[in-house]
């Protein structure tokens, strides 16, 4: 590791240089035990993956003043939830998450939403109630999962126009 300038050295002392490691004959190949042969595995609670989708904690955080909570719901759970709808719409179009992301798992639970219907109070009780906790990934999985694909694949423009005409038009609450 290299010294700063105003650190004394020996007159007689070798400086280090970098030095790269020997070439390794042949090509890499995928041979690791953690590596994935042919394509990423699909099925149930395995959800789309995408890159950096953790991404989407750091941006749902963003939210915390926003949301329209009431009795019962807490901001950790909420936000988790949020963002697991971010890392899956995310993956949908094999990108990182973003905001708008994010802002749409709000929308179709009503997070942003001052005069939010109570079904959809009573349903999210529910179905958020601890799922910020790492043991909860089930629960948070079936919140994903309740937001259709196509919902998803839609602007948060069109999205928030069919949560506002009818919330379940949002939701599969067969899951």
């Known amino acids: 590791m290299g010294a700063p300038e105003y650190v004394p050295l020996k007159p007689a002392t070798k400086v280090r240089s970098?030095?790269?490691?020997?070439?390794?004959?042949?090509?890499?190949?995928a041979d690791r035990p953690g590596?994935?042969?042919?394509?990423q595995p699909?099925?149930?609670?395995l959800g789309i993956p995408g890159p950096d989708a953790g991404y989407a904690l750091t941006l749902a955080a963003r939210f915390?003043?926003?949301?329209?909570?009431?009795?019962?719901?807490?901001?950790?759970d909420v936000l988790s939830g949020?963002?697991?709808?971010?890392?899956?719409?995310?993956?949908?179009?094999?990108?990182?998450?973003?905001s708008a992301d994010v802002e749409i798992g709000l929308v179709v639970w009503g997070y942003l939403d001052a005069n939010v219907e109570q079904e959809l109070v009573d349903l999210r009780r529910q179905?958020?109630?601890?799922?910020?906790?790492p043991h909860h990934y089930t629960e948070r999985r079936r919140v994903a999962d309740a937001v259709p694909e196509d919902v998803l694949r839609g602007t948060p423009a069109?999205?928030?126009?069919?949560?506002?005409?009818?919330?379940?038009?949002?939701?599969?609450?067969?899951?």
């Open 18 to 29: 970098y030095g790269s490691p020997p070439r390794r004959a042949g090509s890499w190949r």
């Open 35 to 39: 590596e994935l042969v042919g394509r």
């Open 42 to 45: 699909d099925g149930d609670r």
């Open 64 to 76: 915390s003043d926003s949301l329209q909570l009431h009795d019962g719901e807490h901001t950790a």
């Open 82 to 98: 949020a963002a697991a709808v971010a890392m899956k719409r995310s993956g949908l179009f094999g990108r990182a998450p973003i």
């Open 127 to 133: 179905w958020f109630e601890e799922i910020h906790t």
């Open 158 to 175: 069109e999205i928030k126009v069919a949560y506002e005409a009818d919330w379940r038009s949002c939701l599969d609450l067969t899951v």
